[in-house]
């Protein structure tokens, strides 16, 4: 059974760093996998999908890589606003099912 | 990018009443959807997969007969909550690809929080 974690769960940081929020899955036998944005109360934004075949996707301020074979992820978030203050989740499609983990939550402030 | 439509957003309902969540995909068809349930800082659990034309594939431990799910159509998939209880007061959303979805992103609904008193 696929499993998703994410670290940390939460984080506090001043506006214009840089940071880094990690997913890791236990079952490296995936089609994508795809980060998302999501606001309190509020649906999900997909910020970036990184297909199996590839190593990295990037998006203006972030950059997600993907190591498929040691079952990791990371999307890096360069120069950080307080606008970016929201849970970031990391999703992976393996079978016929998108997984979620266990999300991080972000706080930018100024 | 493909928009996908959920009402209502949020329902307060008495214990034991019924209510229906719509998931429409606006502007493509959609022969899929996926129903999540949220709990209150916890991440997305996949309740099920809603398939046009079809019965839908619960996730173990989903009571099918409380979650009445019918895709009748390509851009419509409905979640029933039957005889609602205290507990299944959520935060429900549903999601939908907009075709080959290994190769594209996954578009979801704003999502219909859910109170039951």
């Known amino acids: 059974k696929q499993e998703v974690t994410q670290i940390p769960a939460a984080l506090s940081v001043p506006e214009g760093e840089n940071l880094v929020l990690n997913c890791s899955f236990t079952?490296?036998?995936?089609?994508?996998l795809q980060w998302f944005r999501q606001d309190p109360g509020k649906g999900l934004t997909s910020l970036l999908l990184?297909?199996?075949?590839?190593r990295e996707q990037t998006s203006g301020r972030l950059n997600a890589s993907l190591d498929k074979s040691s079952g990791r992820s990371t999307l890096y978030i360069a120069a950080s606003q307080p606008g970016d203050s929201a849970t970031y989740l990391c999703?992976?499609?393996?079978?016929?099912?998108?997984?979620f983990g266990t999300g991080t939550r972000l706080q930018v402030f100024p | 990018g493909a928009v996908v439509s959920q009402h209502p957003s949020w329902v307060i309902c008495k214990s034991g009443t019924s209510v229906k969540i719509e998931c429409r995909s606006l502007?493509?068809?959609?022969?899929?959807m996926f129903w999540y349930r949220q709990f209150p800082k916890q991440s997305l659990m996949l309740m099920a997969t809603?398939?046009?034309?079809?019965?839908?594939?619960?996730e173990q431990g989903v009571e099918k007969d409380k979650f009445l799910i019918n895709h009748a159509s390509l851009t419509l998939s409905t979640l029933t909550v039957t005889s609602a209880h205290p507990e299944d007061s959520s935060f429900y959303i549903c999601?939908?690809?907009?075709?080959?979805?290994?190769?594209?992103?996954?578009?979801f609904g704003s999502g219909t929080q859910l109170s039951v008193l």
């Open positions: 502007d493509f068809q959609a022969t899929t």
């Open positions: 990184i297909q199996s075949s590839q």
């Open positions: 809603s398939n046009e034309g079809s019965k839908a594939t619960y």
């Open positions: 999601s939908a690809p907009t075709g080959d979805y290994i190769n594209e992103k996954l578009f």
């Open positions: 079952d490296s036998a995936i089609y994508n």
């Open positions: 999703a992976v499609y393996n079978t016929d099912k998108l997984i």
